[in-house]
């Protein structure tokens, strides 16, 4: 949930409300707000099952508005400060991705735990039993945000997770969830304290977020113990700022790092050509048939029309692809308008609608479970198999036979290849595959045929596939999705990154 190794600098107490209080209302409000009750004690409220913070809780919501007391309360956050955590900021500038910051601390978290359960040491005097541990796994953003489009998810640790896990009582599991000293004996009696109280508790778990981002952020409390749930839980909204610096810029690396790779596996057939430079292309060799395309186009912003020219003649010759990708690394920054001063046209310019570069984070998966039926999804493992495959890739993706499987049947081979394919009515009439490289992969070669889309077969067999990277692993999947699958893709999660531009040049007659 953030660090879990922090000092606190202060004995927090009820001063920590009063000083909080007094620098955003004044002193005059405090003493009106305090007179002829009394005051709440960490130490003693248990004593009276937490009545005297009811009674405060009660009155200050009366005399304030409720965002003011929510950022007031936030700022208590039991006495912490982003100082205290500073480390993390200069962690996260130097990783650079707020995902690897946040899956690096989540792991080293989750080794941390580990080794408290193998060593049978405690955890501030709760032991970690195998049960313990394996709730931790199965709630990970106990251990670090969880990051879901623009905004991170927090998970408040059970105070005791042991009573917690053995309880099947709802009252008593909100108890043993609940850490304040200043209402957790209320969820037993009939006057349980204002869950505005939580933002108390926003505040703590915002303070390591604040702490790397190095700024105040917003944020809201999801689920309380004192309002009924059974576990508490926070929403923080992450900057646009950040996000364009931090996570979009990587998430369209990864998007083009995914087709680069995808276009250079085609050279592992023997029968593709790839050609490396300041532009890459891959096309088939003389007599051979398959795809081709030039992408990473690097351009000099000096020196482009004399690097291009050559280049231009390679086309007219047939030696360079006419048909060239655009991705947002390309260079100069201004590439597409010169590429169409030398007579490259912008088809995408002219598409009904968008093919977007698309990604999916693992916290983002939606996976769909087909109803029971006919339909089989399964991995391709022999070179039979990866014949029917190819069959259906071509007849369904590509019209035309642009893989065989004497050629391809060297993907079998590699480790970080893998493909699938789905069968309904005993007939082979899906198919997906997937690329992984670390920790990221892409997924490739979506096709069904014509006369059984719409009937869940491609849908199916991606969720199957996705699910497997996932359980080994990957913590992001890229895809360029095309406009009609586009929908399908949303559905298991995937997002838009950038638009893909395809230009094209075409050979004077």
């Known amino acids: 949930m953030g660090d879990t190794n922090i000092n606190y600098d202060e004995k927090f107490g009820f001063n920590t409300f009063q000083r909080e209080i007094c620098a ?10 305090t007179d002829g009750l009394t005051l709440p004690d960490m ?46 900021r200069d962690e996260f500038l130097k990783i650079g991705d707020l995902d690897v910051f946040l899956q690096k601390h989540q792991d080293d978290e989750m080794n941390h735990f580990e080794e408290l359960n193998r060593e049978k040491k405690d955890f501030y005097g709760q032991d970690i039993t195998d049960e313990v541990l394996e709730f931790i796994r199965q709630n990970p953003s106990m251990l670090a945000p969880v990051r879901k489009g623009n905004k991170l998810y927090c998970m408040a640790f059970p105070c ?54 190095g700024r105040e952020l917003e944020g809201r409390v999801v689920h309380s113990v004192l309002n009924g749930d059974m576990t508490c ?29 995808y276009y250079r596996t085609f050279s592992l057939s023997g029968i593709v050509g ?13 007599g051979e048939k398959g795809p081709s395309l030039a992408f990473h186009v690097r351009l000099h912003e000096k020196s482009w029309e004399e690097e291009l020219e050559p280049i231009i003649e390679g086309i007219r010759s047939g030696t360079v692809p006419q048909r060239w990708l655009i991705t947002p690394d390309a260079t100069p920054w201004n590439i597409i308008p010169l590429l169409e001063s030398k007579g490259f046209r912008n088809l995408s310019s002219q598409a009904e609608g968008p093919e977007p570069g698309m990604l999916l984070h693992k916290n983002d998966f939606q996976p769909y479970f087909p109803a029971e039926g006919d339909m089989i999804c399964r991995r391709v493992h022999t070179k039979e198999d990866f014949r029917i495959w190819v069959d259906v890739v071509n ?75 996932f359980e080994n692993g990957v913590r992001a999947v890229t895809l360029s999705g095309s406009e009609e699958a586009v929908e399908l893709y949303r559905k298991l999660g995937f997002h838009d990154c950038f638009h893909n531009i395809i230009m094209q040049y075409d050979i004077p007659v």
């Open 160 to 213: 005791n997770m042991n009573e917690y896990l053995k309880t099947a009582d709802n009252r008593m599991k909100r108890y043993h969830a609940c850490h304040c000293p200043f209402a957790k004996e209320s969820i037993l009696s009939d006057s349980v304290v204002s869950p505005v109280l939580c933002h108390c508790s926003l505040g703590h778990v915002m303070n390591f977020t604040e702490a790397f981002l």
């Open 274 to 286: 790839l050609q490396e430079g300041i532009v890459e292309w891959i096309m088939p060799k003389e």
């Open 395 to 469: 007849t369904a993706l590509h019209g035309w036979e642009m893989i065989d499987a004497e050629h391809y049947a060297v993907w079998l081979e590699k480790e970080n290849l893998r493909f699938y394919l789905c069968e309904m009515d005993g007939k082979p009439v899906s198919t997906a595959s997937t690329i992984r490289t670390g920790d990221t992969a892409s997924l490739e070669f979506v096709s069904t045929l014509q006369e059984y889309r719409r009937r869940k077969a491609a849908i199916s067999l991606c969720s199957q596939a996705l699910g497997a990277l």
């Open 233 to 261: 839980e926070y929403e923080i909204i992450i900057p646009e700022d950040i996000m364009d610096s931090f996570v979009r810029e990587r998430e369209k690396e990864m998007v083009i790092n995914g087709y680069y790779n």
């Open 24 to 33: 955003e209302l004044g002193e005059n409000f405090w003493r009106e707000l």
């Open 43 to 88: 130490e003693s409220e248990c004593g009276c099952q937490c009545r005297n913070m009811y009674l405060f809780v009660e009155r200050f919501e009366r005399m304030a508005d409720i965002e003011t007391v929510e950022k007031i309360l936030c700022r208590v956050r039991h006495g912490l400060h982003p100082s205290q955590s500073a480390w993390a």
